[in-house]
């Protein structure tokens, strides 16, 4: 059985459920390569997120493998009235900044209901 992640579906869902809560959605491979984006304000600059944000994620699992724990899936900061949140899955990271206001767990169920297995 082989499980992989709807990418397009992921964006159409979060895009349809979020609407202008979400101000940029980036999905990338873990190395930083933008796969599928969507971003409300052009002037922010979703190579450069996406690769510190794939760098975050390295840095986390040097860090967790050193002290014995297990990998992070997620990173959620927040800032003024935003979150950011990214979330690694299935060998790919999900990037989203949106309003405060947005239930988190939400997010995450969108995410999951994209999971297709063969």
Do not use: W
């Not at 930083?32 to 979703?46: A, D, Q, T, Y």
């Not at 989203?96 to 995410?111: A, C, G, K, P, V």
Request: aromatic residues 6%; contains cysteine.
């Amino acid at each position: 059985m082989s499980v992989i992640l709807d990418i397009d579906l992921v964006l159409k869902n979060l895009l349809e459920e979020l609407g202008e809560k979400a101000y940029f959605i980036i999905i990338s491979s873990e190395n930083g390569l933008i796969l599928k984006s969507h971003i409300n304000n052009e002037e922010f600059n979703k190579t450069a997120i996406s690769l510190n944000i794939s760098q975050v994620y390295e840095s986390a699992e040097e860090i967790t493998e050193l002290i014995g724990v297990h990998n992070p899936d997620f990173n959620l900061i927040h800032s003024d009235n935003f979150y950011i949140l990214s979330v690694k899955i299935l060998d790919k990271i999900i990037i989203i900044l949106m309003e405060d206001q947005t239930d988190i767990s939400d997010i995450f169920r969108i995410i999951n209901s994209c999971i297709k297995t063969n």
